[in-house]
T-cell receptor
Framework: DQQVKQNSPSLSVQEGRISILNCDYT??????FLWYKKYPAEGPTFLIS?????DKNEDGRFTVFLNKSAKHLSLHIVPSQPGDSAVYFC????????????FGTGTRLQVTL | KAGVTQTPRYLIKTRGQQVTLSCSPI?????VSWYQQTPGQGLQFLFE???????NKGNFPGRFSGRQFSNSRSEMNVSTLELGDSALYLC????????????FGPGTRLTVT
């Protein structure tokens, strides 16, 4: 049972435009959500997170939006840069198991010139 | 601050053997979690250690075990290796007690032949 889903395996965006990566979850006990970026043969790099008490969090070019009623979150990258090309994972955790992250399957973002 | 370090980076073992992987967390971090990444199953949580105690465990067989030392360094062990254990094993550390943001090491690529 895939509790965290990223339905788009890949996304291609032009440099300078907005990249929107989506993530859905099914477990209503999740209360913290994170986005990670991963290059091949490296560990995931933490990007940004959001608690379920918020609906938006910004950090520079990265903004995460959370819609609790729809059990949906999205990561916006503006403007997209070629160095953003990587696989992006969303992850979720619950209050009793904060250390246990449940990951989505990832979306490969390619930013083209 | 130095990041999470993992040794070795690459390992080739034969079916039936056992293997021990090592992880040193970011200085001051007391929680260490382990994850397995495979093409078929994605990133899956193995277990988490905090103050030398296993605090959370994923759905893996008992062949997978771990421990944490008083300096927060952690090891994971896989006994009686199977071909399906070939994967990237990632270690992550977090700062707070039950902190959500986890910072990953580069991983150990294990190949079982």
């Amino acid at each position: 049972d895939q509790q965290v889903k990223q339905n788009s395996p890949s996304l291609s965006v032009q440099e300078g435009r907005i990249s929107i990566l989506n993530c859905d979850y099914t477990n209503s006990m999740f209360d913290y959500f994170l986005w990670y970026k991963k290059y091949p043969a490296e560990g995931p790099t933490f990007l940004i997170s959001i608690s379920s008490i918020k609906d938006k969090n910004e950090d520079g070019r990265f903004t995460v939006f959370l819609n609790k009623s729809a059990k949906h979150l999205s990561l916006h990258i503006v403007p997209s840069q070629p160095g953003d090309s990587a696989v992006y994972f969303c992850a979720a955790s619950g209050s009793g198991t904060a250390s246990k992250l449940t990951f989505g399957t990832g979306t490969r973002l390619q930013v083209t010139l | 601050k130095a990041g999470v370090t993992q040794t070795p980076r690459y390992l080739i073992k034969t079916r039936g053997q056992q293997v021990t992987l090592s992880c040193s967390p970011i200085s001051g971090h007391r929680s260490v979690s382990w994850y397995q990444q495979t093409p078929g199953q994605g990133l899956q949580f193995l277990f988490e250690y905090f103050s030398e105690t296993q605090r959370n465990k994923g759905n893996f067989p008992g062949r997978f075990s771990g421990r944490q030392f008083s300096n927060s360094r952690s090891e994971m062990n896989v006994s009686t290796l199977e071909l399906g254990d070939s994967a990237l094993y990632l270690c992550a550390s977090s700062a707070m007690d039950g902190g959500h943001e986890q910072y990953f090491g580069p991983g150990t690529r294990l190949t079982v032949t």
